[in-house]
């Protein structure tokens, strides 16, 4: 079983794919819900305090924005912990969702700066076909991950 | 407000929650009796929403902040009043701040404040905005009054002075004024002069207004009818004392601790900023450079117009950096009339680039407050502007006659 960090964090699909695959997902589980009633499409599940942004300072400079700062406090120890990661580009909200663009930038980056893991790095798919062919490369990716740490079991 | 329904207030934001300030932003609204809520849309609907805008924002939370205000223009979701709230020093959710701003004042009668945040941003901070933004949510009859009538006293007390005006049939029968030390001795010694200058006693007022930083401390004190932020009554006193009260107006405020740049239509204020990155961008820098100078802050601004600002390059970013360029001119010989031109002109640049560009200058354009009187900063101000600034009489009493004006209006309920 390998830690798989995912990219959009909060989908639940992409959650739910990882577990039945075996693996842990490395997110941050959030139902998007069809209405929005909170501040944001991915409102954090806990109460986030100032000093949330000042943690977030290992990842990124005191420059950059506080909410940016502050989801990175987040995200941050998941990317470091992953051992493979899922990314989705330009999914649909309903997918899953992150609330800011320049977060999304900085953890894709520090996800594809890990050299050493497997990253599958996908498009969303626009038809069913497309559909069919994201869930096959999925599926392949966490299939791959038992294989190896199967290798790694038997040594 | 005891007893009163909320006022309801629609945020639309980006990065309050992981900035750790959601929780400022509801102690700051419950502390003026309002309601944050976020208007309820449906995920389907934020695609069409900003696509309709035409500003194609990449961060989801700014496309839903478009999707909220849409709702609120088309009245699909009712409101009484709106803050937009973003990361500071976030590019993408500035250009959004600015433009659902103007979009939500252009097509809609909703009051709008727009703030940026940092994880150090505080209640206390966000609370003269809260304060002003409800006021004009639930107060439009109060500040729609005109005329002054009876004999009211408006006390304010700011963060370098405190001011006083006693008002009679709509008219300034007796002004106090001195440097702010204990608010509350301060208040005591204006309110001395004020009333000994009109020749009445206290006992005699039918009403008081304050504002100003010690303003609830004095309000408790003096048993003011009105206790009100400066925004509001800085507003309704300048456009009062222009005799511009009908139509649009923009007033600028260079305070001693922070600058209020106010968009006024008739009298009300629409949008505001208030605040200031440094203290190079407030009167203090110019008491600094009289200090410096060797003059009373009263003689800079004659001896500013008789200066060339050009001469001298002085850049007040920073008050302790704008001080070094001030000692460094001097140092070269310069003279004191064009480092006093130069000073004018790096505080009224700062305010220009750090608050102005937030609010939508209309003229005429009315300097108030004390630094109004420095007739160097106002011509800087004017030639930033390109325009013909105007400075009322009695511009230094704003936010006095502003409370004097604003409290009449409570004499018919005692």
């Known amino acids: ?155 | 407000m005891n007893g009163e329904q909320p006022v309801r207030v629609a945020q639309l934001s980006c990065g309050p929650e992981h900035s750790g300030v959601q929780k400022e932003i509801y102690e700051a609204a419950a502390m003026v009796n309002a309601e944050m809520f976020f208007p309820d849309v449906a995920l389907a609907d934020i695609k069409k929403a900003y696509l309709d805008f035409g500003l194609e924002a990449k961060s989801a939370d700014l496309k839903l902040a478009i999707a909220r205000a849409k709702a609120l223009v088309d009245g699909s979701v009712e409101a009484d009043a709106v803050f937009i709230a973003t990361c500071f020093r976030c590019s993408e959710a500035a250009i959004v701040r600015n433009e659902l701003r103007r979009y939500i004042l252009n097509n809609s009668s909703l009051p709008v404040v727009s703030y940026s945040f940092t994880e150090r941003t505080k209640a206390g901070t966000l609370l003269t905005r809260m304060e002003a933004l409800t006021t004009i949510a639930k107060r439009r009859a109060l500040l729609a009054r005109e005329k002054q009538v009876g004999l009211t006293l408006g006390v304010d007390s700011g963060s370098s002075t405190t001011k006083a005006v006693v008002m009679k049939n709509d008219e300034i029968i007796g002004t106090g004024w001195t440097p702010t030390t204990g608010v509350i001795d301060s208040a005591e010694t204006v309110i001395t002069s004020a009333l000994e200058e009109a020749g009445i006693k206290l006992s005699e007022i039918e009403a008081i207004g304050t504002t100003g930083y010690g303003r609830y401390l004095i309000g408790d004190k003096f048993k003011a009818d009105l206790i009100q932020e400066e925004l509001t009554v800085n507003s309704k006193g300048a456009v009062y004392l222009a005799g511009q009260q009908h139509g649009e107006a923009t007033v600028i405020d260079i305070g001693g601790m922070d600058n209020k740049a106010i968009s006024v239509q008739d009298g009300i204020p629409g949008t505001f900023t208030m605040g200031g990155i440094c203290a190079g961008a407030s009167g203090r820098f110019l008491e600094m450079t009289a200090k410096r100078l060797g003059i009373e802050i009263t003689e800079l601004g004659p001896l500013a117009m008789e200066g060339f600002s050009k001469n001298v390059p002085m850049n007040s970013y920073c008050i302790v950096f704008g001080t070094q360029s001030l000692v460094n001119a001097l140092a070269e010989g310069h003279s004191k009339a064009d480092v006093a031109a130069a000073a004018c002109r790096s505080v009224a640049e700062q305010v220009f680039e750090q608050q102005l560009q937030e609010v939508d200058i209309k003229e005429p354009v009315i300097m108030v407050g004390g630094t109004s009187l420095i007739e160097g900063l106002v011509r800087e101000m004017g030639r930033l502007l390109q325009t013909e600034i105007v400075v009322p009489p009695y511009s230094q009493f704003i936010g006095s006659v502003g409370s004097a004006l604003l409290s009449s209006g409570f004499i018919g309920d005692k």
């Open chain 1, 1 to 155: 079983m390998s830690k798989v960090f995912i990219y959009p964090s909060t989908s639940l699909i992409l959650s739910d794919m990882v577990e039945r695959f075996g693996h842990e997902p490395l997110g941050v589980a959030i139902a998007i819900r069809e209405r929005i009633q909170t501040p944001g499409l991915d409102s954090p599940p806990l109460q986030m305090t100032p000093e949330d942004p000042k943690k977030g300072l290992k990842y990124a400079a005191v420059e950059v924005p506080s909410g940016v700062r502050g989801r990175m406090a987040l995200f941050g120890p998941l990317i470091e912990e992953a051992e493979a990661a899922i990314i989705i580009n330009d999914s649909d909200l309903a997918f899953g969702c992150m609330g800011c663009s320049r977060t999304n930038e900085l953890v894709k980056f520090s996800v594809r700066q890990r050299k050493e893991i497997p990253v599958l790095d996908l498009n969303y798919p626009s038809d069913e076909e497309e559909g069919l062919a994201f869930v096959q490369s999925i599926k392949e990716f966490l299939d791959s991950l038992t294989k190896k740490s199967g290798d790694r079991k038997e040594v």
